[in-house]
Nanobody, 121 residues
Framework: ERNLVESGGGLVQTGGSLRLSCVASGFTFDDYAIGWFRQAPGKEREGLACISAVIGSTYYANSVKGRFTISSDNAKNTVYLQMNSLKPEDTAVYYC??????????????WGQGTQVTVSS
């Protein structure tokens, strides 16, 4: 069974940082890119970043480019999302997932339970 488990969310003040972790089990990162999306109450799902762990390429949505960094530790089957300069509008539940499509349109599958990020003003 392919599982992804997110952790690392929490409450942080504006301008603060958090690092989210996503641990995969039941599969490796060889097959698909792994990425992060978020969903805030009443808002649509928003794709943020993805990484191809095999070749190390990354992609970021404009909304997080320059503030968020995605990375992977293939030995630990873990993908990270380092989030800096956080803003109240970053408040959402963050999910990691397999990425089937990214860019102008994102398609995800097999996401975890999510981790809540709350940024206070």
């Amino acid at each position: 069974e392919r599982n992804l488990v997110e952790s690392g969310g929490g409450l942080v003040q504006t301008g603060g940082s958090l690092r989210l972790s996503c641990v995969a089990s039941g599969f490796t990162f060889d097959d698909y890119a792994i990425g992060w999306f978020r969903q805030a109450p009443g808002k649509e799902r928003e794709g943020l970043a993805c990484i191809s762990a095999v070749i190390g390429s990354t992609y970021y949505a404009n909304s997080v480019k320059g503030r968020f960094t995605i990375s992977s530790d293939n030995a630990k089957n873990t993908v990270y999302l380092q989030m800096n300069s956080l803003k109240p509008e970053d408040t959402a539940v963050y999910y990691c997932a397999e990425v089937l499509e990214y860019g102008s349109s994102w398609t995800f599958r097999n996401w975890g339970q999510g981790t809540q990020v709350t940024v206070s003003s």
